[in-house]
C-alpha cells in the first residue's frame, strides 16, 4: 500500500541550527513523485519541491536542500540556517496512480517545526 | 495564471445542519480537483477527488459528499454534521496529465458545535 511516514511529530531548533526533517515511504508503482510542503500558521500548503523517482540527484534551493535516497525509501528535507519564519508544519507526499494522467497524493502526518529566536 | 478560491475561510455550524463548501479553479481547464480533511494536530486525509465533470471517487465513507458541477468547481456538502466532521478542509487541484504537484486554497475552518 502507498504510505508517507514522518515519525518526526515536533522538532524544535534555535536559530540559525540545521535540522533534517525526515520522510519514509512505500510505494507499489516504479515511477513516482515525492514532495514537499509548508504549511505556515495561516493554513495554507505551500508547495516547496517535486521530485521524481528516477532523479536521486539531491537539489538545493537557497537554505533548503533535499536528500533522495531510493534504497531506503526516503526523502529527507535539510534547512540550513534555519529561521523563525521556516516556523511551520511539513508535510512529505507521494503521488498514487489512479489512472494513466490522473494521480492522488499520500501525505505523512506532517513534522512541526518551530524555530527559536 | 492559475489561481484556486476556497470559501468561506471559517464556519461555525450546529450538529445536524447542512453543510456546503465551494472551491472553484481559474486559469486551467480539465483539472483533477481534491478534497482533503486535517483533523486537528493530524496529516491530510483524502475525501474525494474527481478527474471530471459529475466524475467523484471517494475515498473514505463518511457523512460528506461531493459534486463538480463544471470543470472548474467542486462542492464538499453534508444533509447532517456531525461533532467529528469538524477541522479543516482543503481544496486542491493538479494538471490532468503527467505528474505535476497539486496546488491547495486556504482551506476552511470548521467548527460543528
Known amino acids: 500500500a502507498q504510505k508517507v511516514t514522518q515519525a518526526q511529530t515536533e522538532i524544535s531548533v534555535v536559530e540559525k541550527e540545521d535540522v533534517t526533517l525526515d520522510c519514509v515511504y512505500e510505494t507499489r508503482d516504479t515511477t513516482y513523485y515525492l514532495f514537499w510542503y509548508k504549511q505556515p500558521p495561516s493554513g495554507e500548503l505551500v508547495f516547496l519541491i517535486r521530485r521524481n523517482s528516477f532523479d536521486e540527484q539531491n537539489e538545493i534551493s537557497g537554505r533548503y536542500s533535499w536528500n533522495f535516497q531510493k534504497s531506503t525509501s526516503s526523502f529527507n528535507f535539510t534547512i540550513t540556517a534555519s529561521q523563525v519564519v521556516d516556523s511551520a508544519v511539513y508535510f512529505c507526499a507521494l503521488s498514487d496512480s489512479i489512472t494513466s494522467g490522473t494521480y492522488k497524493y499520500i501525505f505523512g502526518t506532517g513534522t512541526r517545526l518551530k524555530v527559536l529566536a | 495564471s492559475q489561481t484556486i478560491h476556497q470559501w468561506p475561510a471559517t464556519l461555525v455550524q450546529p450538529v445536524g445542519s447542512p453543510l456546503s463548501l465551494e472551491c472553484t479553479v481559474e486559469?486551467?481547464?480539465?483539472?483533477?480537483l481534491y478534497w482533503y480533511r486535517q483533523a486537528a494536530g493530524r496529516g491530510l486525509q483524502l475525501l474525494f477527488y474527481?478527474?471530471?465533470?459529475?466524475?467523484i471517487s471517494s475515498e473514505v465513507p463518511q457523512n460528506l459528499s461531493a459534486s463538480r458541477p463544471q470543470d472548474r468547481q467542486f462542492i464538499l456538502s453534508s444533509k447532517k454534521l456531525l461533532l467529528s466532521d469538524s477541522g479543516f478542509y482543503l481544496c486542491?487541484?493538479?494538471?490532468?496529465?503527467?505528474?505535476?504537484?497539486?496546488?491547495f486554497g486556504q482551506g476552511t475552518r470548521l467548527t460543528v458545535v
Open positions: 474527481s478527474v471530471g465533470i459529475g466524475q
Open positions: 486559469g486551467t481547464s480539465n483539472p483533477n
Open positions: 486542491a487541484w493538479s494538471v490532468r496529465a503527467g505528474h505535476t504537484e497539486a496546488f
